[in-house]
């Protein structure tokens, strides 16, 4: 949640952000929003699909968002995408949200950086996979070192390139 005068310069969609720019926003978002971070296992994407852990984490986070800040009065969930998940609250979703709303670009912003820094201690963990190069994301790199390594502990086993290996 952004308040009114946050003087927050510079936010965008992540994914048009350079590392350096998501870092030094990502302080500042913290420092001056309302907040907080969700986050689902691979397991559970696994196991539910990836659907409904979008779902799932949004609901964390929002439920998260009130138990952290209970004086927060929030009347509208923006959410970028055009998925209709249904919640007991107004939810509006914006193609290409993160680009055009703040708030919705600050929340990109916090994403991105958290699991990008989860996936360098992933790539402590897992060094063979390069975790630092692509991020998990379903790169050309990333296939390749699965096809090379096999997966690991942490790779999805819904991904379809694991899933390939494992049947």
């Known amino acids: 949640v952004l308040p009114k005068r946050h003087g927050i310069k510079g936010i965008d969609d ?3 952000l350079t590392s350096r720019q998501r870092d030094r926003l990502y302080d500042e978002i913290k420092e001056k929003t309302y907040f907080h ?13 990836l659907r409904k852990a979008c779902r799932e984490v949004f609901k964390k986070a929002y439920k998260g968002l009130l138990k952290k800040y209970p004086e927060l009065q929030v009347q509208e969930l923006l959410i970028d995408g055009r998925d209709n998940f249904k ?22 912003i916090l994403a991105k950086v958290a699991r990008d820094r ?48 494992v049947e």
């Open 14 to 16: 992540s994914k048009k």
């Open 87 to 108: 919640f007991d609250m107004k939810a509006t979703y914006i193609i290409g949200g993160d680009g055009t709303i703040p708030a919705i670009g600050a929340g990109s």
């Open 37 to 49: 971070i969700a986050k689902c296992s691979h397991k559970y994407i696994d196991k539910h699909g």
């Open 118 to 165: 989860y996936m360098a201690r992933m790539h402590e963990k897992y060094p063979l996979y390069e975790f630092l190069q692509h991020k998990g994301y379903g790169t050309r790199l990333h296939r390749d070192l699965i096809q090379k390594n096999g997966p690991c502990e942490i790779h999805r086993k819904s991904f379809a390139p694991v899933k390939d290996m």
